[in-house]
């Protein structure tokens, strides 16, 4: 039905029959393809308000809402084996009861808001300035990682909104600028300044990122060969992304020597 809900016929200890209801979970069974697809879904139907979902076929995949809002109770991304990919689009949004869990191998990105809370275990893609809304807690466990994307020499930023931010030990932001649409220069004065870039603002941030991985920027040169480096600044309620460039100390010329008369 509407709900999500299956009717089926069990027989009872005592003999009798009845017909019952019941709200299963609902796994893709679909390959990298339209979530509206009811034939992607186990009991061919489309998951709804109450249904527990869990992206999470054999093999590769990525999956996308359709535009609007969709309503369920509970979402995994992955199986910790396979590589997944949950991709929301800018005219999309995902809200659940009971949050999101992005598995290990799996991946969450795109433009689109996702509510209801977000747990992440593998890979959280967001670029800086266009990521789109979240809402609820928001949890990085040891595993996980959040890659940032900054594609302008510039420090526009879209930061995410939340309510307690959890870093459990060991989460890393990765820094990509070498996108098919990334114009970072580091040969620019841009980056001869300290530059910060706000990720979050939480009604609380408990915990502490590290730096992982930096990419090369757009003409394949290394920001932090000699340059510079990002660094994460974090207080009770925020995270920003902060760049230093090494500071070059000012040639001193020494005057000759001048001799003076007897």
Do not use: C
């Amino acid at each position: 039905n509407d709900a999500g809900q299956v009717a089926h016929r069990t027989t009872l200890g005592n003999g009798k029959v009845g017909v019952f209801l019941s709200t299963p979970s609902i796994h893709w069974r679909g390959g990298s393809s339209g979530w509206a697809d009811a034939a992607n879904w186990t009991f061919g139907a489309v998951p709804s308000p109450g249904n527990n979902v869990a992206i999470d076929p054999v093999g590769t995949a990525t999956v996308s809402p359709p535009s609007g809002v969709t309503n369920i109770r509970r979402l995994t991304v992955g199986n910790r084996t396979d590589a997944t990919t949950l991709s929301i689009p800018g005219d999309a949004s995902i809200s659940t009861a009971r949050g999101t869990f992005v598995s290990a191998n799996s991946f969450l990105s795109g433009a689109g808001d996702l509510v209801g809370g977000l747990t992440v275990e593998g890979m959280h893609l967001r670029h800086v300035e266009s990521g789109g809304a979240l809402s609820g807690d928001l949890r990085y466990l040891s595993s996980g990682r959040l890659q940032i994307t900054l594609s302008k020499n510039n420090t526009l930023a879209a930061p995410a909104n939340i309510a307690a931010l959890v870093i459990d030990p060991g989460a890393a932001i990765d820094i990509s600028m070498d996108g098919p649409e990334s114009e970072i220069d580091s040969s620019l004065d841009f980056w001869e300044d300290i530059q910060t870039w706000r990720l979050f603002n939480a009604l609380s941030v408990t915990g502490q990122f590290v730096v992982g991985s930096v990419s090369l920027d757009s003409l394949g040169s290394s920001l932090t060969a000699g340059l510079g480096q990002f660094s994460i600044r974090q207080t009770s309620k925020a995270v920003d992304l902060v760049w230093t460039p090494t500071q070059t100390l000012p040639t001193v010329t020494r005057p000759p020597n001048v001799l003076l008369p007897l």
